[in-house]
Nanobody, 123 residues
Framework: QVQLVESGGGLVQPGGSLRLSCTAS????????MGWYRQAPGKERDLVAS???????NYADSVKGRFTISRDNAKNLVYLQMNSLKPEDTAVYYC?????????????????WGQGTQVTVSS
């Protein structure tokens, strides 16, 4: 089994910072792209940032210059550092990863999602 577990959400004032973490665990052979999505009430789930295994990053225009995605391949971790937070950043943030895992005698590749962590930006 493969799991993604997020942590680091919470309540923060406008202008503040938070760092989200996501750990992948299980019978992992390799991890390709890792990323973060968010979903605000009544809205679709949208990409926030992604980080390929090769080192390329991609950000939503709304977070460029404020959010930074990073990853630790040795520990199967991905982070999202969020600075200068705004009320419109309020959402449930989901970690996602494209993971190749062992299911003997085969390898399978799937997209996995975490359970989500709430980020609320409010004074």
């Amino acid at each position: 089994q493969v799991q993604l577990v997020e942590s680091g959400g919470g309540l923060v004032q406008p202008g503040g910072s938070l760092r989200l973490s996501c750990t992948a665990s299980g019978s992992i052979f390799s991890i390709n792209t890792m990323g973060w999505y968010r979903q605000a009430p009544g809205k679709e789930r949208d990409l926030v940032a992604s980080f390929t295994r090769g080192g390329s990053t991609n950000y939503a225009d709304s977070v460029k210059g404020r959010f930074t995605i990073s990853r630790d391949n040795a520990k199967n971790l991905v982070y999202l550092q969020m600075n200068s937070l705004k009320p419109e950043d309020t959402a449930v943030y989901y970690c996602t990863a494209e993971i190749t895992y062992r299911s003997v005698p085969y390898l399978h590749t799937e997209d996995f999602w975490g359970q989500g962590t709430q980020v609320t930006v409010s004074s």
